[in-house]
């Protein structure tokens, strides 16, 4: 079992910045094919795939619209996984997830194992 805690959201501004943290607990993180994910949810929208990254941090994959502002990173060692949110908009406000995965990066929710709770994003206009 993985445990996911995430921090690290709050208000900011537009243009602004804010770096996600995703914490894992209970089976060894650095295992050899757990993929990470972040997604998002807006109140009344479904939850979308924001950026996703391989057990060895080497390939990362993000979705269109956050391209060129979100990088998603990893450290095994720590047990953590970041996204560094930079040239935020109001239509980033969302409550944000991380989500681990046996095996490679996918982008569909239903692909992903463990979930953590959820830290709410709210980018001001």
């Known amino acids: 079992q993985v445990q996911l805690v995430e921090s690290g959201g709050g208000l900011v501004q537009a243009g602004g910045s804010l770096r996600l943290s995703c914490t894992a607990i209970?089976?060894?993180?650095?295992?050899?094919?757990?993929?990470m994910g972040w997604f998002r949810q807006a109140p009344g929208k479904e939850r979308e795939f924001v950026a996703a990254?391989?057990?060895?941090?080497?390939?990362?994959y993000y979705a269109d619209s956050m391209k060129g502002r979100f990088t998603i990173s990893r450290e095994n060692a720590k047990k953590t996984v970041t996204l560094e949110m930079n040239s935020l908009k109001p239509e980033d406000t969302a409550v944000y997830y991380c989500?681990?995965?046996?095996?490679?990066?996918?982008?569909?929710?239903?692909?992903?194992?463990?979930w953590g709770q959820g830290t709410q994003v709210t980018v001001s206009s």
């Open positions: 989500a681990a995965r046996d095996g490679i990066t996918k982008r569909t929710m239903d692909e992903y194992d463990y």
């Open positions: 209970g089976r060894t993180f650095s295992s050899y094919g757990i993929a």
């Open positions: 990254i391989n057990w060895s941090g080497i390939n990362t």
